[in-house]
Nanobody, 116 residues
Framework: QVQLVESGGGLVQAGGSLRLSCAAS????????MGWYRRAPGKQRRDLVA????????NYADSVKGRFTISRDNAKNTVYLQMNSLKPEDTAVYYC?????????WGQGTQVTVSS
C-alpha cells in the first residue's frame, strides 16, 4: 500500500510563495505519474494543478502556468510544487496524487490560503 505524506501548506499573502512536498512510501515500484490537484472552497471537484511523469514531462492547468513549477526526485519518490505569485483564487486544499501500475493514490490534503 502506498502512503503519501504532504507538507508545506499554510497562509501567505497575495504575491507570496509556498512550496509543497509529497513523499511516497510503501512501494518498491517506480511511480509513473506524480501530481497535485486542488479543491477550492465550496467546490466538490478536485482539479488538476500540475503533473509530472518519471521522464520529466509536465502538464499544468492554464491558471497556474508561469507561476507554479512541479518537479520530482525519483530516487526519493518525492514530488514538489513551487508556487509563486500566489493569488487569492489559489486558495484551496491541495492533494498529492500518484499513478502507478494502474492504480491511483491520494494524499490527505494540505490547506493553502492566500490572503488579499
Amino acid at each position: 500500500q502506498v502512503q503519501l505524506v504532504e507538507s508545506g501548506g499554510g497562509l501567505v499573502q497575495a504575491g507570496g510563495s509556498l512550496r509543497l512536498s509529497c513523499a511516497a512510501s510503501g512501494s518498491r515500484f517506480s511511480i509513473d505519474v506524480m501530481g497535485w490537484y486542488r479543491r477550492a472552497p465550496g467546490k466538490q471537484r478536485r482539479d488538476l494543478v500540475a503533473a509530472i511523469t518519471t521522464g520529466g514531462s509536465t502538464n499544468y492547468a492554464d491558471s497556474v502556468k508561469g507561476r507554479f513549477t512541479i518537479s520530482r526526485d525519483n530516487a526519493k519518490n518525492t514530488v514538489y510544487l513551487q508556487m509563486n505569485s500566489l493569488k487569492p483564487e489559489d486558495t484551496a486544499v491541495y492533494y498529492c496524487n500518484v499513478f502507478m501500475r494502474g492504480s491511483t493514490y491520494w494524499g490527505q490534503g494540505t490547506q493553502v490560503t492566500v490572503s488579499s
